[in-house]
């Protein structure tokens, strides 16, 4: 596509590791396959919204250091909200999204790049239409709930991190015999908890999908206490739901006020069910996780050539996507229909199972 | 000291990294070079207050694979109460030091290696002394608030893992201009507070000997901005104070209710006091660390092989320490005078402030 | 499949990290869920074929500690040399196959769990051949090189090595200004090779599905330099090839004599050829691992479930296999075939050339 | 000292991790707190010596990022040659050392801060000396052998990466048993080795302090089963010698040619008096690190304020130390006098030997 010149790329919504590489994978792809030129947009949409300009050109130089393995995005991501509904210094909002097509015309770009979870693809890809924009969507999270992909960008370095919890949290639950409880990241989706869970030998994983209950969280703590065990592991996603919907909202609101949390919710519940004593940890952003993992960098460096070539090949309005053993691309509208959740009958529950994990109620 | 055969070895107060390593080295050097036999007792103290007693010969075998690595203890560390005032069923308490010594009697031994903190060290050193048992102490916990020693076992694997979380915190508060609020273990001492803010680049760091000001950690932060970075990185004691004595009550007493912690107050009241968003985390179990560090494993088998020496050489009564560049011993009564703050006028305070650090109101 | 149970599992060929995950998935497994007693056979073959028996009953309480996260195989796998062939103390060999079925039906085996390489797989599947002997194997490689799976349980983990490694030479090449080679595994495949190269940001992957030319990598050497970066990364699989066949054959029959290895051999023309220091380092046995991987421990967990099921449906004489975004399973013959290489159309090599990395002659 | 206005600062020698945080500390000391300016050197002596100059000025803005965690030297350290015999195009050799002292004063340098070990401190404190050059300097190696200081910057990264490559080994030398033999760096002192082999678990290090014998090693061998292990760990430094310091001479002439190193060596000697399979894994550049351990950081931290701090006093021609528990510093003639050894009759190797680990020959 001997027509592309100038190419944008930025990243979107919340940060994970990993971001940095594809934006060099991204780099060196157009610079030194297609000798493109590549204008990395600075926090989001905002930085083509904002007058002046907020860019810098990306070249070579800038990925001779380390930026392959740091974390976060130096492109930053800042949300200073929805472009459709601005929220204005007089408190009203106004749709801004002519500003972002005029800043991307501004700088003259051919085709735009974006680094996102499924709420960023959604709404860069309407602004793109807007102004006809050429866009390629690259996916990445930490809760891999992107439709279209087996993994986005994030998601196994956040793996990692709860994994590495569970090592540390293991030895301290077996010398004080107690019940720790690992409340991690998965609103709408259990993919860190159930992938973590089994990694790091867990006894009980709650997940959005399935709905759980109290006693036989504790029938499962009794039966590893009577298998000889005198510790417990349990790995609690935030959105994690009991079989009756009003008594989980009922919980979780309550977290906001009196709980820090559905870790806090449990715990008080468990202590109460059984004679041990239960601890909660709650990793928070440490999941974002820093030094991406080794496959999150090959990921991205496959995402980030990818998605140069389809813009050379005026593959546009897709999303990369990895799918069995290799890279491919869908188109976004098959993304952008919310997230995705964890496959019941998928190998990873059945795992969990087969290892006597308790998931939730089988026949919910 | 040809007389000592059986040797009790037992871990009591919170576990951390480095106990097995400590067990292992007290068993390599008794069997090892000795002779001897060792016991390693079950849960602490109550280990040999109930009956049966409970307890495992300890042999060179057990230690053949990972036990080195293992973080936590493979003793158990269970606390039951205070054996002199031990709570029993029907909810009086009852003085149980004679069960105590009565269990090492049952058991012939000629001394106990303990492996505690400073409270562990006065309980237990009082439990022997009303035997006229040999004693010979090994400091641990991840505080490193021992006196008599520059280093506990344990200390240094709870740095590291506040270390690695303040590198994990540091890209995602660059990606969003957050101050990012770390939350970790120091009730009484800053030591993994004040250590960790310098290893892991952080800007403040508050720690209870040292009182601090809102407004004080306000001005670092807008310093920090006017300088040019657009995040900040803070890491909290949970015993940290303001100036104000009643204050500094009333937010933690507030914490107990309202709040998560300290972290969470701060966090309020600073989103208030600057335009930079905040979010805070609270390691929690995790930091008592797993797999410990290279550090702690040297400590630890140092701290063993001489404890067992000090048993052969009849020096008891003592608790082996760390002091300039090895391993001493120091009598147990001028350890067991409360917990070790930092020296306000130390090298680290002052390393601290010297890199830029806010650590609380200098001449307070 | 009710009549099963007794189940026998062993480990065959080079330890990698993931082999304990595999074991105690099929031990809770088999125990857990359907009630059956599971044998670990010590030293693969051998300790069917050895008199007495050579095993141990194993219990889930062996695998309340860290044995999920621990590297080797605690079963052991020495090779005393081809069952078929056996070296006897005499100097003569002998066929001790029926050794092998004798000591499978001595301890009344209903099935037996290989977990091995390619190189196992079919001598296990010939020795449980001779006896009619219904087998499952489980494939576990650090070199990837199975086929009929995307995964060997050990791989992410040796990759994992050898990116870390490549991130601390990554640091002293840029400072001395050097070209740092990283000779890795990979006699007949380049699976390791190029995912680390790619993950840790190598310059040139040489592998031994694509020749490569010394005067290309004196090429890529000059370019990198060019673009302004003062050092150079370049992973190596040992059994790399030039184009010449032959010349490749003397550089490493050179190899056994003169030098270290490919390395050593590729090190010397290239600080010839450039102005740049070069510096060989080899990791050998520390890519076996230690401590799985995330993902290895997942693999294990999914396969080691995967294959007792397979047992209790009878559906013996297969491998597990993860394909696409699951667990299944494929037959032994298909498996039985030699090693397998990397697809030199697959994304990998795509991903690794799209990012400028050499990786040996385009169009050889 | 309000006359100090222009520091320069430079790395000198072989790099190692935390070099960075120094040179951080050191511009964070003296911008923050003194508003000085601070002048990084190019590759070392290099830098003031070739024209035009190479430096660049520092600023915090620099080490917004995460320079504290980088590993190597951002301002190089490439060697060119002895300055006062500095080899010239044309074969000769010069004495430059009056162009080092020209380029200071061409930056109108008011005093520098040399990081390096002990032969840069050497040869830098001479240069400096031409010139009336007031020098700071900050100990720098992984080997740990500079006089006057307990620590220098990036000896216990490389402990903490040779202990992990123990780690590693571990599990397949007990898979397989095996002895594994791991050289490590340490030419005139076994710093490394001892320290790693406490800590790591192995049953045999070799130091250049202790001369060993080949049949005491097989003695501890032999001792090690029939304690009932199958598998034996050595740590081996590079300049590790026998009683007969001939014999060691022909062993490591011999390894130039024939061997890789001294664990070739070794392991063929030992595999002949042994049952036991060796194998031997030489860790080379990797042990310069990478990511500094959260000891180096605090460590570089410590002696960059410091030095700063020295020179605003005018403590000049010293070096900073960690003696005890804090930084202080000493008169650079106290250190230029060699490599320094291990203590014979220090902690580490009383240590050792109480655990059982072989350690040459305690009488020789």
Chains 1, 2, 3, 4 share one sequence.
């Not at 990925?63 to 930053?76: D, P, V």
Request: charged residues 25%; aromatic residues 6%.
């Amino acid at each position: 596509m001997g027509k592309v010149r100038r190419l944008g790329v930025l990243t979107s919504g919340g940060d994970c590791a990993g971001l940095n590489a594809v934006i060099r994978a991204v780099t060196y792809r157009a610079v030194r396959t297609y000798g493109w030129k590549v204008f990395g947009i600075i926090d989001g949409s905002t930085g083509l919204m904002e007058r002046p300009l907020r860019y810098r050109e990306l070249d070579l130089d800038m990925f001779s250091g380390t930026m392959l393995r740091e974390g976060g995005t130096f492109l930053g991501t800042v949300n200073r909200g929805d472009p459709f509904n601005y929220p204005m210094p007089d408190g009203s909002t106004k749709d801004r999204s002519l500003d972002f097509v005029d800043g991307f015309n501004k700088l003259a770009l051919d085709a735009l790049i974006v680094i996102g979870g499924d709420g960023s693809m959604k709404i860069l890809s309407q602004l793109c239409a807007v102004g006809g924009i050429g866009m390629v969507g690259v996916p990445k999270t930490i809760d891999n709930d992107v439709h279209g992909t087996d993994f986005a960008v994030g998601f196994t370095t956040a793996v990692n991190v709860v994994t590495e919890a569970l090592d540390r949290l293991h030895p301290t639950a077996a010398s004080h015999h107690r019940v720790m409880i690992l409340e991690v990241m998965g609103r709408d989706a259990g993919h860190i908890a159930i992938n973590s869970a089994i990694s790091g030998g867990a006894d009980v994983a709650l997940i959005p999908e399935v709905p759980y209950r109290l006693d036989s969280i504790a029938r499962k703590i009794d039966e590893v206490i009577r298998e000889g065990r005198n510790h417990v592991l349990m790995v609690v996603a935030e959105g994690c739901k009991t079989e009756d919907g009003e008594l989980a909202t009922k919980a979780q609101s309550h977290g906001q006020m009196r709980y820090g949390g559905i870790g806090q919710y449990l715990s008080e519940h468990i202590s109460n069910m059984t004679d041990l004593e239960t601890r909660v940890t709650s990793l928070g952003h440490v999941q974002r996780g820093g030094t991406p993992s080794t496959r999150d960098r090959l990921l991205a460096s496959a995402f980030g050539v990818h998605a140069v070539d389809m813009v050379a090949e005026g593959k546009l309005n897709r999303m990369t996507a990895w799918q069995e053993r290799g890279v491919t691309d869908v188109p976004l509208e098959e993304v952008c229909i919310g997230p995705r959740s964890l496959d019941p009958n998928g190998t990873l529950i059945k795992v969990a199972r087969g290892l006597g994990i308790y998931v939730g109620e089988s026949e919910a």
